[in-house]
């Protein structure tokens, strides 16, 4: 069993483990006490068919593995989500935070990209929204700065925010855990 702490961000690659993580900590909470309850925010989209099918499987999963869990879908306006749904007796899912920048910086519509000064002020918006929720918050995101540098500027600028925005966010955590092949590791805090 894994202690919930006050706030917890996960990271790793696609298929790592992290929602799983994520949902295995709610379903503890929830499982703790009859006044608990959880809340997964959804950042993604369905842009295409193939993100509604992956959309419609997370949720059908979801719902087998955290009954009881509700969703609320929120892919801009992170950090007043938190505010909104959070207290002492909801734990929180973030789910995720890669796909909600992505929506910042380049969104359906390339005239709705924000400035790099506005993506900033979101980060920093989001950490103090972590850093003032009564509730426990778990935030899951991608590690993709391991590999080679990406070909294209707006490919390496989005790199770069990620890497920003995970360090801001890893500052602002009492837990970090880089999920790897379904494995946690604690990089910050207790396991």
Do not use: Y
Request: glycine content about 8%.
């Amino acid at each position: 069993m894994v202690e919930v702490v006050r706030s917890e961000f996960i990271l790793g690659g696609q298929r790592s483990g992290k929602s799983r993580r994520a949902e295995l900590l709610a379903r503890q909470w929830i499982d703790a006490s009859a006044q608990h309850r959880a809340v997964l925010i959804a950042t993604g989209q369905a842009w295409d068919g193939e993100m509604r099918e992956r959309i419609a499987r997370h949720q059908a999963d979801r719902a087998l593995r955290v009954p009881g869990m509700t969703t609320v879908e929120e892919p801009l306006a992170l950090a007043d989500a938190v505010r909104q749904h959070s207290d002492a007796r909801t734990l929180i899912v973030i789910d995720c935070l890669t796909l909600w920048l992505t929506q910042l910086m380049m969104p359906v519509a390339p005239s709705n990209a924000l400035p790099e000064s506005a993506v900033v002020a979101a980060g920093d918006a989001l950490c103090a929204a972590i850093a003032s929720a009564p509730g426990p918050l778990v935030l899951v995101g991608n590690e993709i700065g391991l590999g080679v540098i990406p070909m294209g500027q707006e490919v390496r600028q989005f790199v770069d925010a990620l890497g920003r925005l995970n360090q801001q966010v890893a500052a602002a955590c009492e837990r970090v855990t880089l999920m790897a092949a379904g494995l946690p590791l604690t990089l910050k805090g207790n396991s």
